[in-house]
């Protein structure tokens, strides 16, 4: 700090302040992310729904019928109860972990395979690698429009082809067990998720210098060994960092988990964040909307402290 | 693997070439892969001609969505960049709270922070405006931009500062002359994400922009699909419309995103 000091008056030159660089980003932030945030957390002790949308002019008075604004509940964790001892919660819950492992698992083993396949000496690979980011570039919602398509019992190409191959059609999005349809929207988001993976894991795999292969070589190392002591080493912090922001995504991914079956037959395939919405904007419980963004944030933050320790996000450089 | 991905977008293009409005249009050449029954255009010139309300229409919302994404994009950089930079060329206090500040967006869902914007919004009567979408689609993008962009700075050696700065070079100049050029790869990733939030997004719209002059494609493409509910056809058309774009700019920007997704990722 002193030998900028000293820079400075030897130069004469004018330094911005830090402060005003980060500012416009900073109020942005305040009013579109934090204000929110806050108002979030602040409503979920009110009875704010479509019925009550502005704050009352005494906002600790006793709700009463009839009136449209909203007020502070007199038991200020009512929101927090309902949710908790709501029976669907239980399932809410499993449903948003299981949601979470069967995608990120799968999504980032594809995502390292495929980029171990395309960093060797394949023909074609840049066509491949094309293709394979296709599913990534095109706009997910219509995508899943497309599955949800296929998934058509009568009419959907996965049961004509599964016909072909001698095995019964299966009622993929209204079955009367949860499995099928939950398995249709893991499908879907696979196929959408491991392309980002493979671009990341790719990155990784080139940066990895070659003269350390070279040298494994004449120390006598063959493939596997190379790969024990040489590529999965270097690799590892990029597979967690793809494990946990993956895990962060796939937690809040609204589109996959809503555009194919809403959330449905019933609460099958209902997470967090589907709640939330159905909360919010078909039945208008805007209280109990942030109730459960409040929960899936405390859920969150636990990882995201981890991603961010780990991979020393704000630690300042030097 | 490669048939797989592109396996449902196949699909997309066949329906959108076929004559007729069913998602059977297309045939399937061994018997699998679906392509034209007969190629047409007829899909496309029927959603030229499209009209809503007071002749708003489909060239009106090409432009808007190009309008509104543009200044999106745009403004997302000119935020990120200077916050970037002081992050990683400076220290200061607040630094560590600040930074982690961009990051609560990752851990909270996005789809709940549209109700206080609208309340926001409607308070400063912008809500049907371009701005009560554009204003959240530059704050939306920053929480992986500005770290992108920091570990990009990161990745300069100050010496170059330094030896500018004997030079007799000011900050701006050392900024706009030195660093920008040699963080152009972060920057068009920085872009893209911008891109992607702002062109594709349809959640924040549908409640912002109500007034069909001033949809974005995303808005027509739903509103399309809830009155003509099987008109697969030119759903199709519309949707190859709006995925062109972003495909174009993902095959050029391709190398470049490695390299700044990769340098946002790697521990170091």
Known sequence: MSQRGKRRSVFGRIRGSPYLFILPALVGLVFMVLYPFAFNIFITFTNMNIYHVRPCADIFAQATTGNSCYTINTDLFKNFVFVLTDPAFVQIMENSVIWTFSNVIPTVGLGLVLAFVLNSKVRGKTIYRLFMIVPWAMPSFITLLVWKGMYNYQY???NALLSEIHIPSINWLESSNCFNPFLAIVIANIWLGYPFMMIIFSGALQSIPQELYEAASIDGATGITQMRHVTIPLIRPTIIVALLLGSIWTFNNFNSAYLITGGGP????????????????SYFSFAIAGTYAVIAFIILFVPGIFWTRYTGLTRSAA | ????????VLWVIAIA???GESLSSPTLAFGIIPVPSTFTLVHFSSILSLTVGNGSNFPLWVRNSALITVSSVLGSVALTLPAGYAFSRRKFRGQQASMFSFLLPTMFPGVVTIIPQFLLFSTLHLVNTFFAVIIPYMVGS??????????????IPREIDEAAMID???ELRIFTRMLLPLTLPSIATVSLWAFMGSWLDWALAHVMLQDNSLWTLPLALYAFLQSNYSYYGSFSAMALVM??????VFIVFQKYLVTGLTAGSVKG
């Open chain 2, 142 to 155: 920053l929480s992986l931009s500005i770290f992108i962009m920091k570990s990009a700075f990161d990745s």
């Open chain 1, 156 to 158: 959907g190409i996965i």
């Open chain 2, 17 to 19: 070439f076929s004559p």
């Open chain 2, 168 to 170: 007799g070079a000011g």
């Open chain 2, 1 to 8: 693997m490669a048939l797989i991905s592109v396996y449902p």
């Open chain 1, 266 to 281: 019933g609460i099958c395939t209902t997470i967090f964040i589907t709640q939330a919405y159905n909360q919010a904007f």
């Open chain 2, 243 to 248: 995925a062109v774009p972003v495909f174009i």
